[in-house]
């Protein structure tokens, strides 16, 4: 029996923007242009790049939340993107999302006793006293205390909130959690708890992560696997120690040279990144990325290059770096 717990193929959305006066056609924004990968059981990839580049727009089209243009999702072997909404709705319970910010993803006028029950009593789980135990559970599990039920969010600190918002996304007890941005609204400090706690949900549980970020620092020691994504295509993946030591695509080489090094004396060579990520509603021909390339040649201008294996797990889409 296959480990893959999510698989997605040639994943598509495109957002259309309004006519103009002056132009009869609509423009086209492509969020999330021909995306493919899999997540295996118990593993956890991270999906990282510039702001705008389609990160969370792809997430919220693999939970549904958002409908995609075209493509197929499938978790745990069932197609979700052709099931009907009652299938749907019972399927949620297999995957869930922590929004990026666990203020706004929370309802301010329920407690959080009634935002942990709400899933349970929406899918019908367990008799009233299953419930109180499943919720006492989680919140155990994210390190909250029992006396904090009866609060409401705005009574809690960034970090506590977004405890919450994991807990929310435990209760039901999913395979698949999307990650969005979990730990770019928190201090340092508190970025470390919630990333371990993460890294132990995934290892005692078996939890598959989507973890999205813009910050490669952030994903290092908590992904097996990291895809780099521009303009709505993914440009490079790979397992995660082989990405950080021998970056192939001069994008990823850039955001990995932008990473702050605490030691002053620590050399490392800086990869310009030059000007600012395209808009989406008229990207460049060819590469998306040569007009921010120092290596761009004519072909890149030309000739869009396509995500090729060169190595072992190491997938590209470069024309510096052909298929093997």
Request: glycine letters at 6%; one cysteine or more; hydrophobic letters at 40%.
């Amino acid at each position: 029996m296959s480990d893959i717990l999510l698989e997605v193929k040639g994943l598509k959305k495109h957002f259309y923007a309004g006519k103009s006066l002056f132009k009869r056609a609509r423009s086209v924004c492509k969020a999330v242009d021909n995306v493919s990968f899999k997540i295996h059981q118990g593993k956890t990839l991270g999906l990282v790049g510039e702001s705008g580049c389609g990160k969370s727009t792809l997430g919220r089209c693999i939970l549904r939340l958002i409908e995609p243009s075209a493509g197929e999702i499938t978790i745990s072997g069932q197609d979700i993107t052709r099931m009907d909404a009652r299938t749907l709705k019972a399927m949620r319970k297999e995957m869930q999302m922590i929004f990026q910010d666990p203020f706004a993803s929370l309802s301010p006028r329920m407690t959080i006793h009634d935002i942990l029950r709400e899933p349970l009593d929406i899918h019908n789980i367990g008799t009233i006293a299953q419930r109180e135990e499943k919720i006492a559970e989680v919140m155990h599990t994210v390190g909250l205390r029992p006396q904090a039920l009866n609060r409401y969010p705005h009574e809690f600190s960034g970090g506590q909130r977004q405890r919450v918002g994991i807990a929310r996304a435990l209760v039901l007890e999913p395979k698949l959690i999307i990650a969005d941005e979990p730990v770019s609204a928190l201090d340092v400090s508190v970025q470390a708890q919630v990333l371990n706690l993460i890294a132990e949900l995934q290892e005692s549980r078996g939890i598959s992560f989507l973890f999205i970020a813009h910050d490669l620092a952030v994903v290092q020691h908590t992904c097996d696997e990291v895809g780099v994504m521009y303009l709505g295509k993914i440009v490079e993946r790979a397992p995660a120690e082989v990405l950080y030591r021998q970056p192939k695509h001069p994008y990823t080489q850039a955001l990995l040279s932008a990473i702050p090094v605490p030691d002053p004396t620590h050399n490392t060579e800086h990869v310009p990144l030059i000007g600012d990520i395209p808009s989406p509603l008229n990207p460049p021909s060819g590469c998306a990325f040569h007009p921010r390339c120092q290596y761009a040649t004519e072909r890149c201008s030309r000739e869009a290059p396509t995500l090729t294996q060169t190595q072992d797990e190491h997938w590209i889409a470069c024309h510096l770096h052909p298929a093997s």
